[in-house]
């Protein structure tokens, strides 16, 4: 297992392997050749890694990069290297290179000129069929498949991998050609060369099939043992089999709370445990296989194939045999972690006719029980098939809002119960699509999480809102203190460089921090404070104050709250819709003020809309106020009119005692 990657200083050594790259996209060529540079990359292996890679993975490899962009272009360049004496070892080619040959075309005419050239095919999991390929060109121990986006050790495990075995091979090569010569003299050493090759030859095809940290198969070898299972499907009736594709449950959290060595122990374990929940079979009579499999697909998913199944029930079986195990904690680096897995299920009665058919809609009935609640188990049907086309097709048009762009953000002013005078405005996004019309958060701030798309969504939104509060500090005076809060989601407060956007974004807009407040739902501070402490602390350095929205609703809320410097707790609107008609959510109001002044931070009521709301509030010396019946969100340039309308920023507090 590759277990990190370091920076060292650079040395004058020469290039020890010549790569090609072949793809259309210049982004590809970028990634490759950053991950490549192997003279600053240094690459440590624990003892199991070590023995999989062998002992020459250590070595520090430096590799030169040529680009071609298509495959006419690369072919031209393995002929040129190999007449100037300087052939490439090895040649990273996308799947697809329009215009001209596609990869499999390509590999082919780089195989006639030069039939040692080891080729990685970049591709995304739904990118490829295997089968074609393998059908065009012939099993061979030179082609390996690589999933995009690139994974860096992935990229260097395979990189060293694969120049060591072309070395060894190249090498073994003129060896054989002196030995030729020196037959008689040196049939000794012949033979002892014969078996180093023979060694390498089964590394490097146990090493191409096998996960490195759990020693299971992978991705490779699992879809090659499914292929012939739905190939056996189809010319034997009755024959019936079951994927079941597993993902941990909250596996991030363990990892960020217990470190990622920890991370690898509780998938090893994992490993373990799913194996010991597969059927045994003494023979395999006219089977595939005869015996079920566990592979390590990726990060911290698996697949379990299960052979000649009687019906779904056995299926089912094994998933639950799989939840009863995970019920005893286990033991990670001195501290007991329990664990969940969400599994979903395909059975081979849906006739399909690729095994990456099969894993994809194992794969979406999985994601089905991770929405359901986790820890469950969903048998994938049709219906999830079109759900999950249609969620592809929310995501395309999601990515083509952000290029055009069809977002814009609205302002809802938030008012001091005290004075009537607006503190400032909550940005609020929303999507204008030409198929939809008006699109509220709720109907794609989800999908954009899940997706990742919220991290440039969220980059935009903060930078517009900076430079909309700056106009405004121009046209009504930087006195009116106008201030501005922005959401920010998990997935976004868990980039690395957020602290550091955060503070770039304050300088190129020339907004001091202290108009900006960051809105974080409670839930997103709460989940792990060990690490969310510290980062908005750093924030605060930077003048930005920090808002908990929606208290109340989260968990263990009181017992993790004076561990951060928080500004402002925001009540969920929740309580104060119900608080005149319902005793304890006006207990709990009132509890959740008393503890936000104890802990000298402001309170905000959500969705305060009556007159009588607002005079509750006041009564129980609520600081502001945010909803409809103060104003509702508008865009900016109703915003200017409202404030240019509003003397001194100042609204009646109609039903309030203004105290």
Same mark, same amino acid.
């Given at each position: ?9 650079k040395s ?6 010549r ?7 210049e982004?590809?060529h ?5 991950l490549?540079r192997?003279e600053t990359l ?8 070590a ?16 680009s071609a ?7 031209i ?20 290179t ?44 030179n082609?390996?498949?690589?999933k995009?986006?690139?994974?860096p ?10 120049t060591e075995?072309w ?14 010569r020196?037959?008689d003299e040196?049939?000794?050493?012949l033979h002892?060369?014969?078996k180093?090759l ?7 095809e146990?090493a191409?099939l096998?996960d490195?940290?759990t020693?299971l ?13 739905i ?8 024959y ?5 594709y597993?993902?941990?449950?909250r596996f991030k ?24 929940c597969l ?33 779904v ?19 990670l ?9 969400s599994?979903?299920v ?14 994809r809609d ?5 994601y089905?029980?991770?929405v ?7 048998l994938f049907?049709?219906?999830?098939? +079109?759900?999950?086309? /249609?969620? =592809?097709? @929310?995501?395309?048009?999601?990515r083509?809002? %952000?290029?055009? &762009?069809?977002? !814009? $953000? ?11 005078k +607006?503190?400032?405005f /909550?940005? =609020?996004? @929303? ?6 019309? %008006?699109?509220? &958060?709720?109907? !794609? $701030?989800?999908?954009?999480?899940e997706?990742?798309?919220i ?7 903060l930078?517009?809102?900076c ?8 046209r ?8 501005v809060g ?20 304050l300088?190129?807009?020339g907004?001091d ?19 969310t ?18 208290f109340?609703?989260?968990?263990s809320?009181?017992?993790h709250l ?8 925001k ?11 319902d005793?304890?959510n006006?207990s ?10 104890s802990?000298?931070m ?5 969705g305060a809309?009556t007159g009588?709301?607002l005079?509750?509030?006041s009564?129980m010396?609520?600081?502001?106020a ?5 104003a509702k969100?508008?865009?900016s340039?109703a915003?200017?009119?409202f404030?240019?309308?509003?003397p ?6 109609a ?5």
């Amino acid at each position: 297992m590759v277990r990190k990657m370091k920076h060292l200083k650079k040395s004058a050594k020469h290039a020890d392997f010549r790569l090609l790259i072949v793809a259309d996209n210049e982004a590809t060529h970028a990634d490759l050749k950053r991950l490549l540079r192997t003279e600053t990359l240094e690459i440590e292996l624990d003892d199991d890694g070590a023995t999989v890679l062998g002992r020459s993975g250590l070595n520090n490899s430096k590799f030169e990069t040529d680009s071609a962009f298509q495959g006419q272009e690369g072919l031209i360049r393995l002929q040129e290297a190999r007449d100037a004496g300087k052939p490439y070892a090895l040649a990273f080619i996308d799947i697809r290179t329009p215009p001209g040959w596609d990869a499999v075309e390509t590999i082919s005419h780089l195989w006639e000129v030069d039939p040692d050239l080891q080729i990685v095919i970049c591709t995304a999991f739904t990118d490829y069929n295997w089968n074609g390929i393998e059908q065009n060109l012939g099993f061979s121990g030179n082609l390996v498949l690589l999933k995009k986006p690139f994974d860096p050790a992935e990229v260097a495990e395979v990189a060293h991998a694969l120049t060591e075995k072309w070395s060894s091979a190249r090498q073994a090569q003129l060896r054989q050609e002196e030995l030729d010569r020196l037959v008689d003299e040196r049939t000794a050493q012949l033979h002892s060369v014969i078996k180093a090759l023979k060694s390498a030859k089964e590394f490097a095809e146990t090493a191409a099939l096998q996960d490195s940290l759990t020693k299971l198969p992978n991705r490779r070898m699992f879809e090659s043992r499914l292929s012939l299972a739905i190939k056996h499907a189809e010319r034997t009736p009755g024959y019936l089999c079951a994927l079941l594709y597993l993902d941990v449950d909250r596996f991030k959290v363990i990892n960020d709370n217990l470190g990622h060595l920890a991370g690898d122990e509780l998938l090893i374990e994992l490993a373990h445990i799913l194996e010991s929940c597969l059927r045994r079979s003494p023979d395999s009579g006219d089977r595939p296989s005869g015996e079920d499999i566990v592979a390590r697909i990726g990060g911290d998913e698996f697949a379990i194939f299960l052979d000649n199944i009687r019906d779904v029930s056995d299926a089912l079986r094994i998933s639950d045999r799989i939840s009863e195990k995970l019920k005893a904690p286990i033991l990670l680096r001195g501290k007991e972690t329990s664990i969940t897995v969400s599994i979903g299920v395909a059975l081979s009665a849906s006739h399909y006719a690729t095994a990456d058919n099969m894993m994809r809609d194992a794969d979406t009935a999985m994601y089905r029980a991770k929405v359901a609640g986790r820890d469950g188990c969903v048998l994938f049907d049709e219906s999830m098939h +079109i759900h999950a086309v /249609e969620r =592809l097709h @929310r995501e395309s048009e999601m990515r083509q809002a %952000i290029e055009q &762009p069809e977002f !814009f $953000i609205c302002y809802q002013p938030i008012v001091s119960l005290v004075y009537g005078k +607006i503190q400032l405005f /909550e940005a =609020l996004l @929303r999507w204008r699509s030409p198929a939809r019309g %008006i699109v509220l &958060p709720a109907d !794609f $701030i989800p999908l954009a999480e899940e997706t990742g798309l919220i991290v440039p969504i969220g980059a935009w939104v903060l930078r517009e809102a900076c430079l909309e509060i700056c106009r405004w500090h121009q046209r009504f005076g930087a006195e009116a203190c106008l201030s501005v809060g922005v959401n920010i989601s998990s997935r976004q407060l868990w980039q690395p460089d957020f602290v550091a956007l955060v503070k770039q974004t304050l300088h190129e807009t020339g907004l001091d921090g202290q108009f900006l407040r960051l809105e974080l739902a409670e839930t997103v501070a709460m989940d792990s404070p060990e690490r969310t402490a510290p980062m908005l602390a750093e924030l605060q350095q930077l003048g930005v104050r920090i808002s908990i929205d929606d208290f109340g609703t989260g968990y263990s809320s009181l017992k993790h709250l004076h561990r951060f410097s928080v500004d402002t707790l925001k009540i969920d609107r929740s309580f104060i819709s119900h608080m005149e008609a319902d005793e304890r959510n006006l207990s709990i109001v009132r509890s959740i003020i008393s503890l936000a002044h104890s802990l000298k931070m402001v309170v905000v009521a959500e969705g305060a809309e009556t007159g009588e709301q607002l005079a509750m509030l006041s009564g129980m010396n609520c600081d502001c106020a945010q909803g409809h019946f103060l104003a509702k969100p508008m865009e900016s340039a109703a915003v200017e009119e409202f404030l240019s309308a509003t003397p001194g920023f100042r609204l009646p507090l109609a039903g309030s005692n203004g105290r």
